[in-house]
């Protein structure tokens, strides 16, 4: 039976302005929902209400009001074990080599280097193919391995949920066709999948959710296939989307 | 409390790779070799004058580490946004914070234990063993002072920019240890205005007078027990109204 492992109800943000500022509502009673098991995307232009949303799931930003529970119950430390993040950017520690670097996430998990460390981590490097690098500090990966890597410390505890914030953007078609095949072995193996893109070709591939932001509101929220039958082309939809949106302001 | 110290262990191997150790052990030692040339201009004060430069030495070690990591400890983290990774894990903010501090403290730590080994063997302090324990008091209240310094330039750099965190630390720790004349040159002026500013900067910066016995004098004379205690007191209260500070404003801070 599918359980909902994310509900996100009534949220919304207001970010106080300055002594010159207006105050800006950039998150208005946002609401949606992830069931056990599938993939999501989470679909908006620049500067939409992506990232904002997605650190408002964490408490990273801390909503004005509204409900955020991950499998039943608000975000504590137990949930976070079964979640793994990649924010937008991964700025990583850089004077960690790759294998510090997924000790120490293992470790703020865990509370020690338990005995399968050793074969998770490796596991986790072989997927993202940076076995050779792993003993390299990170300063020297390129955008793509520290991208890889990043990705890496979400997939190494084997989490339930998966959320990665625009975890293609950036990267070459190599990089991109690697993540997107990371991303589907995570499918098979039952992970709830929740990440944001602009690129709707990534949605295309890989979602059966869809969740459609614009200027903080939620456009759409439903599966794609009955979405891609009534708009056709996935591009044609989003304006249509946003225009419709739009009009009514 | 393992959390805080993975966290802590990250933050000391960071500054150890950043080399930021070494510049700060580069900086005593220009003051050590400094005092020795100083010395040499004097027959019989020699030795008072290496205590008190190479002590200045190893306390401007320790402020430079804690003003400039602290003010920019937390303010890299949430910029480069490197803190929401670690955040998302189960780590609370507090523990965040903590981590954070203990391993520059441990930085700390270690930077004063090396420069005191140092000193110690220029000042040749096996030949006079009563004044061993004196030493360490001192090297101690140097390591509080600093440790009250870090926690204030954290929690002002949550507030303000980091240079402004900077320059805020350096200040309140000039006026700290100032205090006492402040309230000297107060009563003397017998202006009630300065006075009572004098008596409110005493409730809003530490004395830092309190843990000032870097020189050859005490090192001679040894430090009296009350004063030790006092200072102890004095410095762990400053320390942990600064943490709680810094605990309160971050947890409320939204990592835009």
């Avoid at chain 1, 002594?19 to 950039?26: G, P, Q, S, W």
């Avoid at chain 1, 990089?175 to 999948?193: C, F, N, S, W, Y």
């Avoid at chain 2, 052990?25 to 220009?30: D, E, N, S």
């Avoid at chain 2, 002072?145 to 965190?165: G, Q």
């Amino acid at each position: 039976m599918n359980e909902f492992v994310l509900k996100v109800n009534q949220v919304n943000k207001t970010f106080v302005g300055g002594l010159f500022e207006k105050d800006r509502h950039v998150l208005k009673n946002i609401s949606f929902s992830l069931l056990t098991g599938q993939t999501t995307g989470f679909v908006g232009s620049n500067g939409a209400g992506k990232t904002t949303t997605i650190k408002c799931l964490f408490d990273f930003i801390h909503p004005d009001n509204g409900d955020i529970h991950f499998f039943g119950k608000s975000l504590d430390n137990q949930s976070k074990t079964r979640i793994g993040y990649l924010p937008e950017r991964p700025y990583l520690y850089e004077f960690l080599t790759g294998e510090e670097f997924l000790k120490l996430h293992w470790n703020l998990c865990f509370g020690s280097t338990t005995p399968d460390f050793i074969e998770r981590s490796q596991e986790a490097f072989r997927k993202v193919d940076l076995v050779e690098a792993k003993g390299r500090r990170l300063r020297t990966y390129s955008k793509g391995m520290l991208q890889r890597v990043g990705i890496a410390q979400a997939i190494l505890t084997r989490p339930d949920l998966l959320i990665l914030d625009e975890p293609m953007s950036g990267l070459d078609p190599d990089g991109r066709a690697m993540v997107k095949d990371i991303l589907k072995e995570e499918q098979k193996r039952g992970v709830t999948l929740f990440f944001s893109s602009h690129l709707l070709q990534d949605m295309e591939e890989l979602c059966s959710q869809l969740v459609v932001i614009n200027k903080g509101q939620i456009i759409y929220e439903g599966n794609l296939p009955s979405f891609m039958s009534e708009y056709q082309s996935f591009e044609k939809a989003f304006q249509v989307l946003k225009n419709k949106e739009n009009s009514r302001e | 409390m393992n959390k805080v110290f993975f966290i802590a262990k990250t933050t000391l191997r960071e500054m150890l790779r950043e080399k930021i150790f070494f510049v700060a052990i580069f900086i005593a030692v220009i003051l050590f070799a400094l005092s020795f040339l100083l010395g040499a201009l004097s027959f019989d004060e020699q030795r008072k004058i290496l205590a008190d430069f190479g002590f200045l030495g190893i306390e401007f070690a320790l402020l430079g580490i804690s003003l400039f990591s602290g003010a920019y400890l937390l303010s890299k983290e949430i910029e480069k946004q490197t803190c929401l990774l670690i955040l998302s894990r189960p780590v609370s903010r507090d523990q965040f914070i903590l981590g954070k501090l203990f391993g520059v403290l441990s930085l700390n730590m270690l930077l004063g234990t090396t420069l005191g080994v140092l000193l110690w063997l220029l000042l040749g302090m096996w030949t006079q063993p009563g004044g061993t324990l004196t030493f360490i008091e001192i090297c101690l209240s140097l390591l509080f002072e600093s440790a009250v310094i870090l926690a204030l330039v954290i929690w002002i750099s949550l507030v303000v920019r980091p240079v402004l965190a900077l320059s805020s630390g350096f200040v309140i720790y000039l006026l700290g240890q100032w205090l006492p004349d402040l309230m000297f040159f107060a009563e003397k002026s017998k202006d009630a205005l300065f006075i009572n500013l004098a008596k409110g900067l005493h409730w809003l910066i530490p004395n830092l007078y309190r843990s000032n016995w870097k020189s050859g004098y005490f090192l001679e004379k040894g430090i009296p027990r009350e004063n030790m205690i006092w200072m102890l007191g004095h410095m762990l209260g400053w320390f942990l109204i600064y943490i709680l500070l810094t605990n309160f404003f971050f947890r409320r801070k939204d990592i835009v």
